[in-house]
């Protein structure tokens, strides 16, 4: 406190009250368990930010595959400014809607992820580049052919107007309604 200078990374020791209280306010964390994360997040990354070669290093030893590719495309999904880096506040944003968010902000968030450049709307050619790293990931064969099987009967499902796009309500909606389509989406496991 005192100091007025503005700062978007939370690298210095400790946390700043108001951090802690706004975080809290857009997480589903409480102040104590923002401070654990903190703790561990400066301990496993003293730079304040996880840099992509980082992220692909956890992603591929939590799955146990070669995932690069889907782990830069969940790294934009983090990376919120797109800035190249997961500073602590990305980071528990991020986990508090893929861990404890409701349907629709974890959809929301699957979303944002499949809309690769960011312009709110889904292109089949985006949706097929999703898939196809996930198919690469879980080592299937034909990766390519399977996604662009799966990207059609998606827009066939939710591309009701036929422009070629999917919105996030149009996904959202639909989504959230169908079990399917959380599945081929590969949100449920
Ligand atoms: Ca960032
Ligand atoms: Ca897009």
């Not at 009250?17 to 400066?42: A, C, G, P, Q, Y």
């Not at 944003?93 to 312009?119: A, K, N, P, Q």
């Not at 059609?152 to 639909?174: H, M, P, R, T, Y």
């Amino acid at each position: 406190m005192g100091s007025s200078t503005s700062r978007e990374d939370s690298d210095e020791l400790g946390l700043e009250e108001s951090f802690v209280h706004d975080l809290k306010e857009n997480t589903h964390f409480k102040s104590k368990e923002i401070r654990e994360w903190h703790e561990k997040f400066k301990k496993d990354f003293p730079s304040g930010h996880i840099r992509r070669h980082e992220f692909r290093k956890m992603y591929s030893e939590l799955t146990a595959k070669d995932s690069n590719e889907l782990a830069d495309y969940v790294f934009d999904a983090y990376d919120q400014d797109r800035n190249g880096r997961i500073d602590f506040k990305e980071f528990m944003t991020t986990l508090s809607v893929t861990c404890r968010g409701s349907t629709e902000e974890r959809l929301y968030w699957v979303f944002d992820m499949y809309d690769i450049d960011g312009t709110g709307a889904l292109t089949r050619d985006e949706v097929i580049k999703v898939l196809k790293a996930v198919f690469r990931m879980k080592g299937k064969e034909a990766a390519e052919e399977k996604a662009c099987v799966q990207a059609d009967s998606i827009f066939q499902k939710l591309d009701k107007d036929k422009d070629g796009l999917i919105s996030k309500d149009e996904f959202c909606n639909v989504a959230s309604k169908e079990v399917d389509v959380s599945k081929i989406f590969n949100i449920a496991s």
